[in-house]
């Protein structure tokens, strides 16, 4: 089991990897490589799955983090986790629909869709990492129950 205190860093993990599988699964559809673009993105979809559970279960048990940064960092670390948050909140169900569509060989608004989908998926793994960095690397946080 994977203590609690290191669920932070899984989870910024789980955010890369998401981002490192979304990358190639656009690449190979653009060029057609079916075969490899949809594992790419069951990989994508599962490593946001178990992301989503690891972050649930940290932030249940431990509640929100305050941001300690000082000046000019925090309006920027804000409008970063701002974005994030809504578009973190956006993601689930359009990748859901979009992976069903597919599944469901309803290619054409699979395709439709998941142009819309990629850009805030892609924004929401990798700013997930730089909100970690910020948050728990670069100014420590401190738990707002603990407070």
Request: hydrophobic share 55%; net charge positive.
């Amino acid at each position: 089991m994977i203590p609690l205190a290191a669920l932070p860093a899984c989870n910024a993990v789980l955010n890369a990897l998401s981002a490192v599988f979304l990358l190639p699964g656009f690449r190979a559809i653009r060029r057609r490589h079916v075969r490899l673009h949809r594992p790419c993105m069951v990989a994508a979809f599962s490593t946001s799955i178990v992301f989503l559970a690891s972050y649930l279960t940290y932030h249940v048990r431990v509640g929100s983090m305050r941001f300690a940064g000082p000046g000019w960092v925090r309006p920027v670390y804000f409008t970063i986790l701002g974005t994030h948050t809504v578009l973190a909140a956006l993601v689930p169900p359009l990748a859901l629909t979009v992976l069903v569509l597919a599944l469901r060989g309803r290619l054409a608004r699979d395709a439709r869709l998941a142009r819309w989908t990629l850009p805030p998926w892609l924004y929401v793994s990798v700013t997930g990492v730089a909100i970690y960095v910020m948050l728990y690397q670069l100014f420590p946080a401190v738990s707002a129950l603990g407070a």
